[in-house]
């Protein structure tokens, strides 16, 4: 068990060294200098210089890929070059509506989609099954952010319910800001739920197949039971593996849905950082997502242990 | 998602493989959809209902009709048309995009295949990295740094079907390689690039195939996704994407405009998947039975 979370630790960690370096390298290649975007086109060259100096921008690049990096060790992100605030600042102030949306909507997304998966392997090959299924299907093929055109204009536009777009904050009180953030969350949700319901229904399907579950229906187990006790409990680790999957495309997917609802999270924050040429908050954007993702699937590995004894014991 | 099958070589060969593919329902379903988006894209080379360069202030925004089945848009061009002339866009993104995946992805995971240890690893934990760049936001990303346009999408979106690829080619290839077959192809001689030329890739096609279909799906809702925020192809040229993003503003006076570009793209994504479906089905009696 330590050497199996050793060894995953050091992937982790070797990932996000290199996603660090694929960043950098990326953003290096663009033209443009921070300085002259902080001090605006009248700035004296003197001007430049000094802040260029500050800002440790005339280091050779080693140092300063290595000042950046130590900088995110200790949550510095750096400053913004349009803002002038702290780019974790920036950070903290969107995160606060992307991650409640990514959650909800994983939330929606499981909700829905082990039910629904485990109703189609309990009537397989029959109508239930046949239903569910094309629902999913549909549901995969559906681009997410013309789902919520049609849901913002039957629930906001039509119906008038929800708000069409916009986040009022959290201090406009809980509702108010979980009504702004429930049609995206919708949004965000079907697709995933629609995929999760399929990996649901198969790996149900070939738990259902198993010795034990023939033993359990033989001693006279109603199939309901051996259903949702014996079998969904083994058919975890394909479901585990695609819900950690899906938080990091749901973090990132909110990039698209953010547009579509006006909502000032983090998706939103990394589009404006990329018309500015505000590449340092690009960077702490997408290293905060990489690395989210990186613990994200250690965090399976970790549950497939716990899920799974047979891997503890290795 | 990776589709990897317990048994991927049709063992009874290709004229059985066509029986069954004939009896499934998602196979056929699928080639006709696809097939008709094609011929759509094909048509659209030589004639559309109407010009989609040509813009009649006196038509915008016009309703479905006899005379414009889809209606019109903000510049009175022809929505039929656009959508038949923006399938290109989608099409051609996204199977360069799959092109770019499968010819870097595919040798890459047979070399790991073949060669095993260090090699093997650094292919693997290559594919760790890049997995760990939510997709989208990467894509973002790289139109971004290298400018907004179709072909810095394609490179976008063929980037993350690397790996995709070298990780089914590197499966697939693995699973292969302890046969018999090759075995007796290696005590006739033969080296390890030319076991894996005439042995490994034509017994793993079919699964290439098959994560082709997944991928070709996926590139077209990743190109739209783009489009939509105007990263992808840029106007005039007419892409689904781009389509939904002008309806958006004008929702309130004309509901309509933003239903069928996005009929376009689930039509599309749908046909494409039940095609995938339908070839695995074929290639795989016992996993149907399961399905």
Known sequence: MIAYLAQRLLVAAATLLAASLVVFAMLEVIPGDPARLMLGMNATPDALEALRNEMGLNDPLPVRYLDWVAGMAALDFGRSYTYSVPVIDLIVERIVVSLPLALISLALSVVIAIPAGAFAAQRRGRAGDALSMGAAQLGVAIPNFWFALLLIYLFAVWLRLVPAGGFPGWSAGIWPALKALLLPAVALALPQAAILARVTRSALIETLGEDYVRTARAKGLPFGTVLWRHALRNALIPVLTIVGLQFSFLLAGTIIIENVFYLPGLGRLVFQAITQRDLIVVEGVVMLLVATVVAVNFLVDISYAVVDPRLRAR | ?291
């Open chain 2, 1 to 291: 998602m990776t589709y990897l099958p317990s048994a991927f070589i049709p063992r009874d060969g290709l004229s059985a493989f066509l029986a069954r593919a004939l009896a499934s329902r998602s196979f056929i379903a699928g080639f006709i959809v696809t097939a008709l988006i094609a011929l759509m894209a094909l048509v659209s080379f030589f004639w559309t209902p109407d010009d989609v360069t040509k813009l009649v202030v006196g038509d915008r925004m016009l309703a479905p009709s006899a005379a414009h089945w889809f209606g019109t848009d903000h510049f009175g061009r022809d929505v039929l048309s656009m959508i038949m002339v923006g399938s290109r866009n989608s099409i051609a993104v996204a199977l360069v995009a799959v092109g770019i995946g499968m010819g870097l992805g595919v040798p890459l995971g047979c070399l790991a295949a073949a060669r095993g240890g260090w090699l093997d690893d650094f292919v693997m934990r290559f594919n760790d990295v890049v997995f760990a760049f939510p997709a989208l936001l990467s894509a973002v990303m790289i139109t971004a740094v290298f400018g907004p346009g179709a072909v810095n999408a394609i490179i976008a979106i063929g980037i993350f079907n690397i790996p995709v690829f070298a990780r089914v080619a590197r499966a697939g290839a693995l699973a292969i390689w302890p046969r018999e077959f090759i075995l007796a192809a290696r005590a006739a001689g033969k080296g390890k690039t030319r076991i894996t030329l005439e042995h490994v890739l034509p017994n793993i096609a079919t699964l290439l195939l098959v994560q082709g279909t997944i991928q070709f799906a996926l590139g077209i809702l990743a190109e739209a996704g783009l489009s939509y925020v105007g990263l992808g192809a840029q106007p005039p040229m007419p892409s689904w994407g781009r389509m939904l993003f002008d309806a958006q503003t004008r929702m309130m006076v004309a509901p309509t405009q933003a239903l069928f570009p996005g009929l376009a793209i689930m039509i599309t994504v749908l046909g494409l998947n039940l095609l995938g479906d339908g070839v695995s089905d074929a290639l795989d009696p016992k996993l149907r039975r399961r399905r």
